[in-house]
């Protein structure tokens, strides 16, 4: 799986997290929300008995709802997991991280676990919401910003410490 173009920030002066982040940077780019994805099949029945069973169809939800919206796992700036059963959850940690691997790779946003009453869906253990962000396509490549000045240099759009202001349609810069 790609790497995250996002800045993943672990402080020292914390914790060592384990299987999720302190905090990101985000790359500037379009945002994309993900709603409650619980292990809902496609004629709505929930599949799964178990935490882990819930947990991977979710899972498969919210990764298929990303790329319908133009994202990937490795865009996900945020993931929260809501749970009726957080000592199942506790329990399954091991299991539950090798589910995630295989859909989200190793890549580890912001995450949280939110122990909940119960969840819309009747039978529903595990309901996911994300947000991701898909960086803007200039921030893929490095020259971007270098060829647009290129550009403006070339049709006399110089603004800044560059401007001469002794040239004509320069007048602002004479001010």
Known sequence: MART???IVNPLSLARPVGYAHALVVTPGRTVFVGGQSARRTDGTIVGDTVVHQFDHALGNLVEALRAAGAEPVHVVD???HTTSV??????LNSLGGVYRRHMGRHYPAMSVIGVHELLERGALIELTCTAVVPDAHDHD???EERALEIEVEEGLVSGPFE??????????RT
């Open 5 to 7: 173009p996002h800045k």
């Open 79 to 81: 993931l929260r997991i």
């Open 87 to 92: 000592p199942s959850y506790r329990a399954n």
């Open 142 to 144: 490095p020259l971007a």
């Open 164 to 173: 001469d202001a002794t040239e004509p349609g320069n007048e602002r810069a």
